[in-house]
């Protein structure tokens, strides 16, 4: 591709990929050779700190949420209804640098099942606060 159309993946997929080039030191992957084998030259994405959208959402039973942190911080992953009301902690405390990926299966901090409904993840580290709405299907 010469990196300003569309490439079509496949006919059964009905979707199509962007290409976007980049220097290997923008912490991409890099492909070296255009014909015969490929090597897969990898570099480490540089972190941020940040909580990604839960998935499934809407949910039942479970959904996962995922974070990162660009270095060791304090961190408060907790979810809320939709009064403000603390629900349940999901992470708490320091966590070194890294992706964490974390599960909320609709249940309080008492271990009680909630009813079906609004709910807001609000991730905390450093100066960083994140708000996710996460909607739970009974």
């Given amino acids: 591709s ?3 159309s569309w490439d079509r993946v496949g006919e059964q997929y009905g979707f199509a990929v962007l290409p976007i080039f980049v ?8 492909l070296n050779g255009t014909h015969g084998p490929i090597e897969v030259v990898e570099s480490a994405l540089p972190l ?3 909580m990604d959208p839960p998935f499934p959402n809407p949910f039942n039973p479970e959904t996962k949420i ?3 942190l660009a270095k060791a911080q304090t961190v408060d992953l907790s979810v809320y209804d939709v009064r403000g009301y603390h ?6 405390g ?14 309080d901090a008492n271990g009680s099942s909630v009813a079906s409904g609004v709910y807001f ?3 905390r580290a450093g100066d ?11």
């Fill in 94 to 107: 320091h966590h070194p640098a890294g992706r964490y990926d974390v599960s909320w299966s609709g249940v």
């Fill in 23 to 30: 220097d290997a030191t923008d912490g991409m992957t890099q």
């Fill in 128 to 138: 960083v606060v994140t708000n996710h709405r996460v909607v739970l299907i009974k």
């Fill in 48 to 50: 941020v700190t940040s």
């Fill in 121 to 123: 993840a609000r991730f």
């Fill in 2 to 4: 010469d990196g300003e």
């Fill in 87 to 92: 629900v349940a902690n999901l992470a708490q």
């Fill in 66 to 68: 995922h974070f990162s």
